[in-house]
C-alpha cells in the first residue's frame, strides 16, 4: 500500500513554523474592541454617577434657598385664664430667625367677641432675662373691626444685626380699648448668624 505524502512547498520546516505563527498583532488587534468597550462602560458608568451627584446637590441647594416656615409650641401665661381670644398656632417664617433680616410671626386665633381696637404688647426673653419690649396699636397687626370668628394677627420685624444668636422666648398680650387682656401667649423661637442659604 503506497503512503500519501504531502506535496512539497520548498520551504523548511523552520520557515512554515514562523508563517504559521499566530501573530501577537493579530492577537492584540483582536482583543483591543474588546479592551476598548470595557473601558467606555466604566467611563459611562462614572459620568452618569457624576451627573446624579450634582443633580442631589443642586436639589438639595435648591431646598435650602427656600423659606422654611414651622409652628411653634404655644403657652397661655395663665393656664387657668379664660382668654375671650384662643389662640390656634403661631408660625414663625423664616424659622430659624436670621438677624439683620425680616422675620414674621403669624398668630392664628378665634375670638367669640367682636373687637373694635386695642393694643400688642411684645416681650422678648434672651436665657430669662427681659432684653425688648414694643407696644403696637392692635389695628395696624390686623383689620379692625375684628369680627367675631378666626383671625390671623400678623407681626413683621427685622432685628438688628448685632442680634446674639440662641433660644429666645417672645410673650405676646392682646388688649381691647380698656385694656382688659384678651390673651396671653409665649412661644420659643431661635436666632442664627446670616448666611448664604437665606441671602438674597
Known sequence: MSKWNPPSTGLSHATLFLLLRPSPHLNLALRTPCVSSTLLAKEKKAMTTTVLVHLVVLSFTSFL????????????????????????????????????????????????????????????????????TETHDLCEELSCPVSAGNFVLSHTQTLPGITPPGSYNLRMTIQDNHNHKLSCISFNFKIIFGSLVYAS
Open 65 to 132: 434657598l427656600l423659606p422654611v416656615s414651622h409652628s411653634a409650641d404655644v403657652k397661655y401665661c395663665g393656664a387657668k385664664e379664660d382668654y375671650a381670644v384662643k389662640v390656634q398656632g403661631v408660625k414663625i417664617l423664616p424659622d430659624p430667625v436670621v438677624r439683620g433680616q425680616a422675620a414674621t410671626f403669624n398668630i392664628s386665633a378665634t375670638t367669640g367677641q367682636a373687637i373694635s381696637g386695642g393694643k400688642v404688647v411684645i416681650e422678648v426673653y434672651y436665657f430669662g432675662v427681659r432684653v425688648h
